[in-house]
């Protein structure tokens, strides 16, 4: 559970501890004062006195927070935190998280992430569209990108491996977070870095099984159903320097029939691919626009 408040709030340990023990003194200051307020106004327990004491609770909170943030240096870690909470109660949305696109061929992952984005669902998403990088020139997704009006950025090897990532066209754009969505290229680790665990992609089998170097698209259904595997799947993981390596994200597995072929194996894929990524991509675009 630490793991992933440290993950979450992008956070070390000494923080977390200091963030932790805010929420616990100030937490016990809040009750103390709100039993101290309620003693003022003579008023014996019951349902009034509940009724008045979580009122109160919920509005001396934040200051008795902030108080020992100060001295404890978590000042500006607990000014976000409270007004993130306030745009949720108040129902205002918040800004939707920038993100890029990478993708290699037809797009089709790629529009069912653009089609759920903020561009069609300004309340319900948390994400938006704003660069489709891909490095084939014709490649369907470049169509996809102009049939909804996004940004295109077709790269070149050399740059991309040798020099500079493209991180200054990213950076261009605001782009906090890249999705891969058949993209056929091994990300380099100098753009790895500049987007620590924010680089994710989707892999058409149960890993760690069936990944590594070669290993995409029908070859990689041909491999499942050699194996005589009885189910397969996606994965949803973070991007780190080997190939289908990092941290798995999320799974969903379908059954393989004794009479499927790669082609029937990759349609039942497809549809696991569509109906998952964009809730994925949505859902971790939340967690980055709370941290």
């Known amino acids: 559970m630490l793991g992933k408040l440290k993950q979450r709030w992008q956070i070390g340990g000494i923080n977390l501890f200091f963030i932790l023990l805010t929420f616990a003194l100030g937490g016990s200051l809040c009750g103390y004062a709100g039993r101290k307020l309620l003693v003022l106004t003579g008023l014996e327990k019951g349902p009034l006195w509940i009724l008045l004491y979580i009122l109160l609770m919920t509005l001396i909170w934040p200051f008795c927070i902030l108080l020992f943030s100060i001295p404890l240096g978590q000042f500006s870690f607990f000014i976000k935190y409270l007004t993130k909470i306030w745009k949720r109660m108040s129902g205002k949305p918040g800004n939707p998280l920038p993100i890029a696109i990478f993708a290699s061929g037809a797009g089709s992952n790629a529009e069912k992430i653009i089609i759920h984005s903020a561009t069609n669902n300004p309340r319900r998403s948390g994400y938006r569209v704003d660069l489709i990088v ?39 754009h605001g782009i906090r977070f890249i999705v891969l969505a058949g993209f056929l290229w091994k990300v380099p680790v100098t753009l790895i870095r500049a987007y620590p665990n924010q680089v994710i992609n989707i892999h058409p089998a149960l890993l760690p099984k069936y990944g590594g170097k070669g290993m995409y698209g029908a070859k990689v259904h041909q491999a499942v159903i ?21 941290e798995i994200i999320f799974q969903a597995t379908c059954r393989v029939a004794e009479n499927d072929t790669p082609e029937t194996l990759a349609q039942k894929i497809h549809l696991l691919e569509h109906m998952h990524y964009p809730e994925v991509v949505n859902e971790l675009a939340k967690m980055q626009n709370s941290r």
């Open 226 to 246: 050699a194996a005589m595997e009885t189910e397969s799947g996606i994965t949803i993981h973070y991007v780190d320097d080997l190939y289908d390596h990092g």
């Open 134 to 172: 891909c490095n084939k020139q014709g490649a369907g997704v470049l169509q996809i990108a102009a049939k909804y009006k996004i940004e295109t950025l077709l790269i070149d090897r050399e740059r991309f491996f040798n020099g500079d990532s493209y991180i200054p066209v990213l950076n261009s």
